[in-house]
């Protein structure tokens, strides 16, 4: 029965219609014991635009972020509307060298007028070439809305080669 309970804390759900995935607490009654979930209500996908990134591999060896070259996307929001932008990066990714934690993050750069959360995160600590992917989801008011994909290493360099990114706008 406590395996039951605990499945029933934290559910994970799908929207349907092709709408966004969201995190759902169900109603135990006790709190869950991991902290911060949100919850974003989010239509079916409107329009979405695909960026591929394969003729090269970007590298960085900086320790403040950069850009990713060719993964920026705008997006326009008409008067008078409220909207979600649903981002997904995914990417071929590698964390080689450094000493101690090698840790090579990500960040949807939406400045200074949009801010995700979580603002930035681990893409990757491996020194081997891996499959990652990272999706982050806001809601906005009417507005443009310029979004830049950035990276920093805090190992020798971070390397990603054949990359994916996905913007969703949704009602």
């Given at each position: 029965m406590n395996g039951t309970r605990n499945i029933q804390r934290h559910t994970l759900a799908k929207a349907l219609s092709g709408g966004i995935l969201a995190v759902v607490t169900s109603p135990m009654g006790v709190a869950p014991a991991t902290a911060d979930v949100a919850v974003l209500s989010c239509g079916a996908p409107i329009r979405s635009t695909v960026k591929l990134g394969?003729?090269?591999t970007f590298t960085t060896m900086s320790?403040?972020?950069?850009n990713v070259p060719g993964a920026k996307v705008t997006v326009n929001v008409p008067a008078g509307q409220t909207?979600?932008?649903r981002i997904r990066f995914s990417g071929t990714a590698?964390?080689?060298g450094g000493s101690g934690a090698n840790q090579c993050f990500l960040r949807p750069n939406g400045q200074p007028n949009v801010f995700f959360d979580p603002a930035a995160t681990v893409f990757t600590t491996s020194p081997t070439a891996a499959a990652h992917s990272f999706e982050w989801v806001v809601r906005v008011a009417e507005g443009s809305y310029p979004i830049q994909i950035q990276a920093l290493t805090q190992a020798t360099s971070f390397e990603i080669s054949g990359w994916?990114?996905?913007v969703d706008v949704t009602n």
């Open positions: 394969f003729n090269s320790g403040t972020y950069v909207q979600c932008i590698s964390c080689p994916t990114l996905v």
